[in-house]
């Protein structure tokens, strides 16, 4: 089997938080092994790797100077405008439902999607992805890169937000570049759990991978070898989406919090990916 070398059953987690009615969603104890013994290995494919996570980062539910940076919800019929424009112009004024202390840390909670906002007035705010402004992602990290100002082969998460502070008006003006804008709604969700994937479940540390749904159905189980500087092989369930997420790539969700964080930041390698079917 593929996955000897691995402990099925530690996909379990993962297996739960399917949709009813899925045949892997209610697998008896013990019977995770078994259950994917009955599925057939499709086509070994070469995937290119990132991770992804739930950040954890300050904020408040007012503005102030500490703050000054809102994250928005959805407002009614949407918003079509490039990022530039709804920045600039402050298209969304009236529809923020947190406040954020600079626009790296709202840019990098629309790249994950989802995050947890510790209030300063107290306790923990959770958001997740509530729509999009329609436009094409674009990844400013390449950007960089083509030009010269960062190397594809050491560029990181960190090193990017720190590359995006130095100088906030450069910094801005390269986040700009990438006109997509992603809204938020309020989650409500056990302290526990993950941020919701795109089958509208939990994700699930380790265990759950964004995939472009065209590549890889999503509910898919699937085996994953990725040749990082410390080898990833284990068994894997895709449930999520990503708008970067096209073609033959793969998003690992790290869990939530900083040392998550670098840890997807530091994803980014080839390997290869075999899914299980039926």
């Known amino acids: 089997m593929l996955w000897a070398e691995d402990d099925a059953e530690a996909l379990r987690p993962a297996l ?32 290119h790797f990132t991770g992804y996570f739930e950040p954890e980062i ?35 004024r009236g529809h923020e439902v947190a ?29 997740t992805h509530a729509a ?21 082969a050491t560029i990181t998460a960190e090193g990017l937000k ?18 997509s804008y992603v809204m938020f709604r309020v989650l409500r969700a056990r302290a526990e759990e993950g941020p919701p994937g795109a089958l509208g479940l939990p994700v699930t540390e380790g265990r759950t991978i964004a995939v472009d749904p065209e590549e890889i159905p999503l509910g898919t189980p699937c085996w994953i070898e990725v040749d990082a500087p410390t080898p990833i092989r284990r068994l894997v369930v895709a449930q999520d989406v990503g708008s970067a997420i096209k073609g033959a790539r793969a998003d690992l969700f790290y869990g939530t919090g900083a040392a998550a964080g670098v840890a997807a930041g530091a994803l980014n390698h080839g390997g290869r990916l075999v899914p299980l079917l039926p």
């Open 58 to 92: 300050d904020g408040a539910l007012s503005r102030s100077d500490a703050f000054p940076v809102p994250v928005h919800a959805e407002p009614p019929g949407g918003a079509g405008a490039p990022r530039a424009e709804i920045e600039g112009r402050d298209l969304l």
């Open 16 to 47: 739960g938080n399917l949709p009813v009615g899925h045949p892997l969603r209610d697998v008896p104890a013990g019977g995770v092994a078994a259950a994917l013994a009955a599925l057939t290995p499709g086509r070994a494919r070469d995937v």
């Open 162 to 179: 720190d590359w995006l502070r130095a100088d906030r008006a450069r910094g801005v003006a390269l986040m700009r570049e990438n006109p």
């Open 132 to 152: 999009k402004n329609g436009h094409a992602y674009v990844s400013i990290g390449k950007l960089l890169i083509a030009r010269g100002a960062m190397d594809a």
């Open 99 to 127: 406040w954020l202390r600079d626009e790296v840390d709202r840019f990098f909670l629309q790249v994950q999607g989802s995050g947890r906002i510790r209030l300063v007035e107290g306790g923990v705010l959770r958001l």
